[in-house]
Nanobody
Framework: QVQLVESGGGLVQAGGSLRLSCAAS????????MGWFRQAPGKEREFVAA???????????YYADSVRGRFTISRDNAKNTVYLQMNSLKPEDTAVYYC????????????????????WGQGTQVTVSS
C-alpha cells in the first residue's frame, strides 16, 4: 500500500503564494508518476500538474493551462516528497488540492486523467481571498 499525505494548504490573499507538499511512502518513489488535482464544491476533480519519471534522473512535467506559468511541480526523491509551488494565486484557485500517484510513466493525455491514478491523499484546502 502507498500512502500520500498532503500539507501546506491555507488561506492567502490574491497574488500570494503557497507551497504544498505531499509525502509518499515507498522506496521506489522515483519510478512513480506524481500528480496534483483540485476540486471545488460542485465541480469535477480537475488536473493541475504532474511529474513523470522517464529514465534515470530525467523527469517530464505537465501543467493545466489555467496554472501554467504560475505553478511549479517538483520532487525530492530522497525525501519521497513532491511539491507544488503556487504563485500569483487567484480566487479561482480556491479548492481542495489532492496529491495522487501511480507506478510507472505515461504520456500527457494519460497523466492528466484522474482515472490513471491509483493512490490518493486526503486533500488540503487552499483558499484564496480577493
Amino acid at each position: 500500500q502507498v500512502q500520500l499525505v498532503e500539507s501546506g494548504g491555507g488561506l492567502v490573499q490574491a497574488g500570494g503564494s503557497l507551497r504544498l507538499s505531499c509525502a509518499a511512502s515507498g522506496r521506489t518513489f522515483s519510478t512513480f508518476t506524481m500528480g496534483w488535482f483540485r476540486q471545488a464544491p460542485g465541480k469535477e476533480r480537475e488536473f493541475v500538474a504532474a511529474i513523470n519519471w522517464i529514465s534515470g534522473s530525467t523527469y517530464s512535467t505537465y501543467y493545466a493551462d489555467s496554472v501554467r506559468g504560475r505553478f511549479t511541480i517538483s520532487r525530492d526523491n530522497a525525501k519521497n516528497t513532491v511539491y507544488l509551488q503556487m504563485n500569483s494565486l487567484k480566487p479561482e484557485d480556491t479548492a481542495v488540492y489532492y496529491c495522487a500517484a501511480f507506478q510507472g510513466t505515461a504520456g500527457s493525455y494519460t497523466s492528466t486523467a484522474p482515472a490513471t491514478y491509483k493512490y490518493w491523499g486526503q486533500g488540503t484546502q487552499v483558499t484564496v481571498s480577493s
